[in-house]
């Protein structure tokens, strides 16, 4: 089988699935290892590498800017003039 018609072959399945709220857990589970395995099979080592390492950057990229603005709110909301809440804060 080609590729071309493997394409078509799973999207055509992917269209008949029914709706992720009536898949049993077990179904559900099978679905994501089978879609696992593929992906592995066609992903080369370098796409993975990169997923690994954006993934990492992207969590702490998020995790700064959350604190920052979380720090953001924290100094605009509660210091209004008092300079010496701030320092507190």
Do not use: H
């Not at 099978?30 to 990169?50: D, M, R, S, V, Y």
């Not at 950057?57 to 924290?74: E, F, K, M, V």
């Amino acid at each position: 089988m080609s590729i071309i018609e493997l394409t078509k072959t799973i999207k055509a399945t992917i269209a008949t699935l029914p709706p992720a709220a009536e898949l049993k857990k077990d179904e559900r589970i099978a679905l994501f290892e089978a879609c696992e395995k593929l992906k592995n099979a066609i992903q080369t080592p370098f796409e993975a590498t990169q997923k690994i390492l954006f993934a990492v950057s992207l969590g702490d990229a998020q995790t700064i800017l959350i604190l920052a603005n979380l720090l953001a709110l924290a100094t605009s909301s509660r210091c209004g003039t008092d300079s010496y809440r701030c320092r507190i804060i």
